[in-house]
Nanobody, 125 residues
């Protein structure tokens, strides 16, 4: 059974940092791109960042470049994908989701094969 489990969300103040983590298990994710999305209330799910299996290719949406850093650790049976977030802003408030795709990079959530349940991040002003 494939599982992607996010953790690390919480309530922080503007300007603070927060580190999210995603642990993926239940199948081989070799060759899979891992990514992070977020969804604010009433908004569509928004692509943030992704990283390829080897880590050779990393992509960020413009709004988080320089503030968010994605990485991955490929263990034997699991993949861990941290998202380090800094200089957080109130507009970063959302539920953050981890995802995996065996296809090429796309910001369209429909192109991503597996999803976690999400972790809430709230940034107060």
């Amino acid at each position: 059974q494939v599982q992607l489990v996010e953790s690390g969300g919480g309530l922080v103040q503007a300007g603070d940092s927060l580190r999210l983590s995603c642990v993926a298990s239940g199948r081989s994710f070799m060759g899979f791109r891992m990514g992070w999305f977020r969804q604010a209330p009433g908004a569509e799910r928004e692509y943030l960042a992704s990283i390829t299996w080897t880590g050779a290719s990393i992509d960020y949406v413009e709004s988080v470049k320089g503030r968010f850093t994605i990485s991955r650790d490929n263990a034997k049976n699991t993949v861990t994908v941290p998202l380090q977030m800094s200089t957080l802003r109130p507009e970063d408030t959302a539920v953050y989701f981890c995802a995996a795709t065996g296809r090429s990079l796309s910001p369209d959530p429909a192109h991503w094969d597996f999803w976690g349940q999400g972790t809430q991040v709230t940034v107060s002003s």
